[in-house]
Nanobody, 124 residues
Framework: QVQLVESGGGSVQAGGSLRLSCAAS????????MAWFRQAPGKEREGVAR????????YYADSVKGRFTISQDNAKDAVYLQMSSLKPEDTAMYYC?????????????????WGQGTQVTVSS
């Protein structure tokens, strides 16, 4: 059974940085699409960044471009989200998600496995 476990969330002041980690286990070989989503209180969950384990570029929501970087370490079955220049509006629960090999959408239907989330709180 595939499992995703996020870590690295916390509280930080505006302008600060955090690095989220997502450890994957139990999945079969083959390219996967790994993504980070977030959900702020009272708002819908939104895609933040995604990357294919098979290579290719990373994709970002406009709201985080230039501030967030998604990366992967296939040897460790891990995906990371480096977040810099954090803003109060980045406050949310952040989720790691795994989809199939095609990595072209933030549509939640494409992601079959989700982690439990890690909270990020940015104070002004």
């Amino acid at each position: 059974q595939v499992q995703l476990v996020e870590s690295g969330g916390g509280s930080v002041q505006a302008g600060g940085s955090l690095r989220l980690s997502c450890a994957a286990s139990g999945y079969t070989s083959g390219n996967k699409c790994m993504a980070w989503f977030r959900q702020a209180p009272g708002k819908e969950r939104e895609g933040v960044a995604r990357i294919s384990t098979g290579g290719g570029g990373a994709y970002y929501a406009d709201s985080v471009k230039g501030r967030f970087t998604i990366s992967q370490d296939n040897a460790k079955d891990a995906v990371y989200l480096q977040m810099s220049s954090l803003k109060p509006e980045d406050t949310a629960m952040y989720y790691c998600a795994m989809g199939g090999g095609v990595c072209y959408t933030f549509g939640e239907w494409a992601y079959k496995t989700w982690g439990q989330g890690t909270q990020v709180t940015v104070s002004s």
